[in-house]
T-cell receptor, first 116, second 112 residues
Framework: GAVVSQHPSRVICKSGTSVKIECRSL??????MFWYRQFPKKSLMLMAT?????????EQGVEKDKFLINHASLTLSTLTVTSAHPEDSSFYIC????????????FGSGTRLTVV | TQLLEQSPQFLSIQEGENLTVYCNSS?????LQWYRQEPGEGPVLLVT?????EVKKLKRLTFQFGDARKDSSLHITAAQPGDTGLYLC????????????FGQGTILTVHP
C-alpha cells in the first residue's frame, strides 16, 4: 500500500518548451504533496509544497512562474516546467504523506528531465 | 532554518566490513527517517524512529535515535554489495511542520 506513481520517468525536451510531470497517489488520498529536485550524487532539495485545492508554497529561490504546480485532486499533483532551459535538466521527485503516521512519506520513482 | 548534518558523504568499503552513518542537528525533530535510494529511482523508506533513545533493527541495519531527538545513526553490519546506494536521513516536525529536512546523503559503495 501507499504507492506514489510518477510519470514520465524520463523526458527529453527542446529548450523553450514546457514539460508536465504527474504525481499520483494510487491507494491513498494526499492532501499534501512535495516536489523535490536532485542533482547527481546529491541530496534532495525541496522545491515546493503542493496543497490540494490551494496554491502551492514555494521554497526560497524557486521561481513559481517557472515551476507551476497544480494539485486539483486528492490523488494528483502536477509540476510543469515552463520555458525549459538546459539548466533545468535534473531529477525531479515527488512525495506524499502516506497517512501512516510517524511522519512517513512515500516517494515517486522520479523523472529525469533533459533539456536540449 | 533547520539543518541536518550527515556524515560521511562518501564511504567505500569491502564486503564484510561494518560502517556507521551519522546525522546530527541542533534542532529537535518529532521523528527521523532513513531512506535508501538507487540511481534513477526515488528514495525508499527504511525506518522511522520516533522516541528519544529508540533503537530499531532491520536485519543487518541498526538505527538509533538520540535521547534528545537531535541526532541519529545507521549502522550496517557485514556490508554486502547489495547495500550499495545513497543513504539519506530526514527529520520531520520541529519548526518545519509537514516538511522533511534532508541530510546531505551518504554514497555507500561496497566492493565484492
Amino acid at each position: 500500500g501507499a504507492v506514489v506513481s510518477q510519470h514520465p520517468s524520463r523526458v527529453i525536451c527542446k529548450s523553450g518548451t514546457s514539460v508536465k510531470i504527474e504525481c499520483r497517489s494510487l491507494d491513498f488520498q494526499a492532501t499534501t504533496m512535495f516536489w523535490y529536485r536532485q542533482f547527481p550524487k546529491k541530496s534532495l532539495m525541496l522545491m515546493a509544497t503542493s496543497n490540494e485545492g490551494s496554491k502551492a508554497t514555494y521554497e526560497q529561490g524557486v521561481e513559481k512562474d517557472k515551476f507551476l504546480i497544480n494539485h486539483a485532486s486528492l490523488t494528483l499533483s502536477t509540476l510543469t516546467v515552463t520555458s525549459a532551459h538546459p539548466e533545468d535538466s535534473s531529477f525531479y521527485i515527488c512525495s506524499a504523506d502516506n497517512n501512516r503516521g510517524e511522519g512517513g512519506y512515500t516517494f515517486g520513482s522520479g523523472t529525469r528531465l533533459t533539456v536540449v | 532554518t533547520q539543518l541536518l548534518e550527515q556524515s560521511p558523504q562518501f564511504l567505500s568499503i569491502q564486503e564484510g566490513e561494518n560502517l556507521t552513518v551519522y546525522c546530527n542537528s541542533s534542532s529537535v525533530f518529532s521523528s527521523l527517517q532513513w531512506y535508501r535510494q538507487e540511481p534513477g529511482e526515488g528514495p525508499v523508506l527504511l525506518v522511522t524512529v520516533v522516541t528519544g533513545g529508540e533503537v530499531k533493527k532491520l536485519k543487518r541495519l541498526t538505527f538509533q535515535f538520540g535521547d534528545a531527538r537531535k541526532d541519529s545513526s545507521l549502522h550496517i553490519t557485514a556490508a554486502q554489495p547489495g547495500d550499495t546506494g545513497l543513504y539519506l536521513c530526514a527529520g520531520a516536525g520541529g519548526t518545519s511542520y509537514g516538511k522533511l529536512t534532508f541530510g546531505q546523503g551518504t554514497i555507500l559503495t561496497v566492493h565484492p
